[in-house]
């Protein structure tokens, strides 16, 4: 019995560290560096890019992450991971299975970009929400295609979530 305990309280103590571990991105980059948004609300979308000066970046979003990679345009990444759309666990984002498309909302995008670190886990998404899937180049390529259509979309939002908060503006609930 007490071995059973003792084993168990390990199995704790290591997933409860090792869990600690992978939100530490979180921990330093609190809110996307380009839109504001909590990055523990968006785990599982989340990006973490590693120069190879030693700076970093913690964005939301791959189209976030695109954003980034493109104003750095000097700077080699040497790491990119990317938030497991299941585990909220960063994974390495060239290795991840990705599925591109579906029924269910992208963030920053309206084509959705979910990466996973399972095959199967990515099959089982795109055989409930649709999609298909697509290796990393590929949706980093479709991440800048989409780069104006979204940038449209989060301008078009934010502009009607402000009118919204204007006192006496037709659409505030005042």
Known sequence: MKKAVSIGLLILLVTGFTGAL?????????????????????AHSRVYVEYDDGSTVGTCSLHCAALDLALNIDKTPKTIQVGDYNTQELIDAAQAFW???GSKMGVMTKRAKWAFKDRADAEQFAQQNGGDPIMFEAVMQAAYEDMYLDTRMIREKRKMMRMKMKPNSPNSEN
């Open 22 to 42: 992978a939100q530490e991105d979180i921990a330093k980059h609190a809110s996307c560096s380009y839109c504001g948004m909590d990055r523990a609300k968006f």
């Open 99 to 101: 599925i591109i498309g």
